[in-house]
């Protein structure tokens, strides 16, 4: 009887992650912003507008989810998100995006690291000796393939819709889905701990979440590690929309379909497939950990990820080429990323995890800031010199990484 209810929370778990990343504008968020008159200076920009929302919101956030109540704080998310959806439908300016990412950005900040520390009070609370990376994994494999179904389905709206500002609107049924879903989750993962909100106690939460991150060595370290490769892969990610766009006038495969049809097409497909071998790749991480150690293979992935992108610097008007670098770089993030939430748990106290793992987003979120309008920038000049530079900027980690962790072995 447990274990049939172990299975039906696990697999809540799953369609939560699915039906949150039915996000059927994201596979053309960068061509809408385009489209509206913006340059990708500007678009650096908007993301480092986000950026700076959930770099603010991040560790309170945490703070509110770890003492009055998870649940309470993804019900919040989920309306912010909504909001947001609403005014990027509504809006046609740079400053009207700006407003509606500042919503957008307050839905990832009280949402990221939450349902993470979810999970892992449900695996307590019910003694469930999976190992925290299998379970993730497979929960973020449902995530994987919502995204997969989401870059599918898409294609049809993109081509129907009038516009693809319609994507926005559209995206707010599976949310309203999702807010409800939590609802049905139980009472005793909310983890409410104050009735009151008491601002000095909250300041104090604060301050106290930041020393405990950067005062243990260990935990300072995954920290950085974790947040680094995750900015400098939001950085670049959605960088591969204006290559297709670039590339679809020499791959027109249907006579009855424009460039601009086909553009939107070969996007929606290429994500699918990347997606869904993303969700493979998370489903089957905890494996890899046979394979080795995990804290070698999460730092050999700065090199190969960085090889990738250098080489990608030399066939940006390859469409196979592009595919497969952009490919490999989703597997190897949703191979790591379990491994690395894993260590993080273990590492951290059991009443402090929402607080890490907003400490890590936070972080990941002061690089966006920082680096976005600078590549959105370089973007503008050449493609091929955005890969480059962010490709030799992950085998210089590496190699200083390696030569450190050397340094330390042989004190």
């Given at each position: 009887m447990n274990e049939r209810k172990h299975k039906k929370q696990i697999v809540k778990f799953g369609f939560y992650g699915l039906l949150k990343n039915?996000?059927?504008?994201?596979?053309?968020?960068?061509?809408?912003?385009?489209?509206?008159?913006?340059?990708?200076?500007?678009?650096?920009?908007?993301?480092?507008?986000?950026?700076?929302?959930?770099?603010?919101?991040?560790?309170?956030?945490?703070?509110?989810?770890?003492?009055?109540?998870?649940?309470?704080?993804?019900?919040?998310?989920?309306?912010?998100?909504?909001?947001?959806?609403?005014?990027?439908?509504?809006?046609?300016?740079?400053?009207?995006?700006?407003?509606?990412?500042?919503?957008?950005?307050?839905?990832?900040?009280?949402?990221?690291?939450?349902?993470?520390?979810?999970?892992?009070?449900?695996?307590?609370?019910?003694?469930?000796?999976?190992?925290?990376?299998k379970v993730y994994g497979t929960t973020r494999s449902y995530s994987l393939i919502g995204s997969t179904i989401m870059s599918l389905i898409s294609i049809v709206f993109v081509l129907y819709l009038p516009e693809i500002r319609y994507l926005f609107l559209i995206a707010i049924v599976p949310y309203t889905l999702d807010l409800l879903l939590i609802m049905s989750y139980p009472d005793s993962l909310n983890e409410r701990h104050d009735s009151d909100f008491k601002f000095k106690e909250f300041i104090t939460h604060n301050i106290e979440s930041i020393k405990y991150a950067f005062s243990h060595w260990k935990i300072t370290g995954l920290l950085l590690n974790a947040s680094s490769y995750q900015a400098g892969f939001k950085s670049i990610k959605d960088y591969i929309q204006p290559l297709i766009v670039s590339m679809a006038l020499g791959f027109m495969v249907f006579d009855t379909l424009n460039e601009d049809e086909h553009s939107k097409i070969y996007i929606g497909v290429i994500y699918a497939v990347i997606y869904l071998a993303s969700a493979y790749a998370s489903k089957q991480a905890h494996r890899v950990e046979q394979m080795g150690s995990p804290k070698k293979i999460v730092q050999f992935m700065w090199l190969f990820s960085g090889v990738l992108l250098i080489l990608l610097s030399a066939f940006t008007g390859s469409i196979l080429v592009v595919f497969l670098v952009f490919l490999f770089l989703y597997v190897f993030l949703n191979i790591r990323r379990p491994l690395m939430v894993q260590r993080l748990g273990d590492a951290v106290d059991s009443n402090k995890r929402a607080s890490m793992l907003s400490v890590e987003a936070q972080t990941t979120s002061l690089l966006v800031a920082i680096f976005a309008p600078v590549i959105g920038l370089i973007a503008d000049y050449s493609m091929s010199l955005l890969f480059s530079i962010v490709g030799s900027v992950m085998v210089v980690i590496f190699i200083s990484s390696t030569l450190f962790t050397r340094q330390q072995n042989a004190q």
């Open positions: 039915l996000r059927f504008f994201e596979p053309y968020m960068i061509i809408f912003f385009t489209m509206s008159g913006l340059s990708l200076f500007h678009v650096g920009l908007l993301y480092s507008i986000r950026e700076v929302i959930v770099y603010v919101f991040e560790i309170p956030s945490g703070v509110i989810a770890d003492r009055y109540g998870k649940k309470t704080e993804l019900y919040a998310c989920f309306i912010f998100y909504i909001i947001s959806f609403v005014i990027f439908f509504l809006g046609s300016s740079f400053f009207i995006f700006a407003v509606a990412m500042v919503f957008y950005a307050l839905g990832e900040a009280f949402r990221s690291g939450t349902h993470k520390s979810i999970i892992m009070a449900y695996l307590d609370q019910e003694e469930i000796k999976d190992s925290k990376s």
